[in-house]
């Protein structure tokens, strides 16, 4: 059995301040709908490096002090492992603006079913927020279909 496989990092940021996200309306088709800012890690870059220039290219501001709050990851059909690293923040400074990624915007917690989130975003919620949750485990079932568990 091989001891190493190949894997694909990215990122997610949650913003926040007070009870209010910094949420994008993601246009790309692969995952589209309100989420938070993120992105690939690049060649040579830590991961909060990459947190934090994924935030500032896709929302302008720059952020201070994320702290890793969970990860994601699933094996895709390819071989590789896809790992989502999950980070939080509430200090930021800068002016908020959109990228070509799609449009940012402040949202109040309870306003959230106001909106088309994207797919599982409600789970990544429940893993930033927690204490107890550190993992979001994508497994795909003989039958073909995808099923998530948060550990």
């Not at 913003?15 to 996200?21: A, I």
């Not at 692969?30 to 500032?56: I, N």
Request: charged fraction near 30%; glycine fraction near 8%.
């Amino acid at each position: 059995m091989e001891k190493s496989e190949k894997a694909i990092f990215t990122t997610l940021c949650m913003v926040y301040r007070g009870d209010e996200l910094l949420l994008q309306n993601r246009v790309k088709p692969d995952w589209q709908g309100w989420t938070f800012p993120g992105g690939h890690v690049e060649e040579g870059e830590s991961f909060v490096q990459a947190a934090k220039r994924e935030v500032l290219e896709e929302t302008g501001l720059k952020i201070a002090s994320p702290r890793l709050c969970g990860i994601k990851q699933w094996q895709r059909d390819t071989g590789e492992r896809y790992i989502v690293l999950l980070y939080k923040t509430d200090r930021f400074s800068g002016t908020l603006t959109s990228s070509a990624e799609g449009e940012m915007r402040w949202v109040k917690r309870s306003e959230l079913a106001r909106y088309s989130l994207a797919d599982d975003f409600m789970a990544h919620l429940q893993v930033f927020d927690s204490e107890e949750l550190s993992e979001f485990f994508y497994r795909q079932e003989k039958d073909g279909a995808w099923n998530y568990k948060l550990l």
